[in-house]
């Protein structure tokens, strides 16, 4: 072989080691290890709880404990898609302040955090999804009598309202926050996509509200109001197990999606199906 041929196919060799794809569908690297999701950590937040039931259905379900069985759907879906640690913020039907929620998820470094929720409305025929980030201004007047509502249960948190953070700090809470209402933003979008596109609710809309649930998140944070449980077709779908995992998987894909979308951002091409097991 000649040296010309003999440079041609080490060339090729190189090319074909670059860019062989494993099991898992994703680029391996000429460093040799394996291009995995940026989501390494996911915390579930199950709404409300406790003295805490949220809303109530026609029939008497109640918003603490379907956004219990979501969020444990949500954990199991995601634990079999892709390499990923889920946490709740609750396990059973006990009372976690407000604040509480997003510490947990501090704590734990989380890559994204998500609460669950139902809505509620005076009129029962109200249905559908609809997903929300954080905003001091809310989209309009529904978001922000919603975000009204949920955050009513401060009440039952702690008299002195919180900490009181200094001013350095402060600033650099608003930077942080700054820094990922961009990403909250795009994961609302993906995340509720593909909820209304697996569930076939009514699509109401990625919102922006003051919940106060997401404030305290240094990590992409959204809400999920999942259906109405006021509707009583939509109390029987939420009601339903197999209405919950498909809810689960759909966030999941959704979740899936935002990882996909930041490893295009940082540089990286998945050309696999999705992600897979380091």
Not at 190 to 199: G, I, M, Q
Not at 231 to 250: G, S, V
């Amino acid at each position: 072989m000649g040296i010309r041929n003999t440079v041609v196919f080490l060339l090729a060799a190189v090319c074909v080691a670059a860019f062989t794809v494993p099991a898992s569908g994703f680029v391996v690297a000429t460093t040799g290890y394996e291009i995995t999701s940026p989501v390494k950590v996911v915390v579930i937040d199950p709404g409300h709880g406790g003295e805490d039931h949220g809303a109530t259905g026609p029939s008497g379900l109640k918003e603490k404990d379907i956004t219990l069985s979501v969020a444990k759907a949500l954990r199991n879906a995601l634990e079999v898609r892709f390499d990923v640690r889920a946490i709740l913020t609750r396990e059973d039907d006990r009372y976690i302040t407000l604040e509480e929620r997003t510490e947990i998820a501090n704590r734990a470094r989380a890559d994204i955090f998500i609460s669950i929720h139902a809505n509620a409305a005076y009129k029962k025929a109200a249905s559908g999804v609809e997903t929300f980030f954080l905003s001091f201004e809310a989209s309009d007047n529904e978001a922000r009598k919603l975000a009204a509502l949920e955050n009513n249960v401060v009440k039952l948190d702690t008299k002195d309202g919180g900490t009181v953070r200094s001013d350095l700090e402060s600033i650099l809470w608003d930077l942080v926050q700054t820094e990922s209402h961009h990403e909250s933003s795009r994961l609302a979008e993906l995340v509720h996509n593909s909820l209304v596109e697996a569930t076939g609710g009514e699509n109401r809309g990625v919102k922006q509200a003051p919940f106060i649930v997401l404030v305290g998140a240094t990590m992409p944070a959204v809400l999920v109001e999942v259906g109405f449980v006021s509707n009583p077709q939509e109390e029987r779908k939420l009601a339903d197990p197999l209405m919950q995992k498909r809810i689960a998987k759909a966030i999941t894909e959704g979740i899936v999606a935002f990882g996909e979308d930041l490893y295009r951002r940082m540089g990286y091409v998945n050309i696999g199906s999705g992600y897979g097991r380091r």
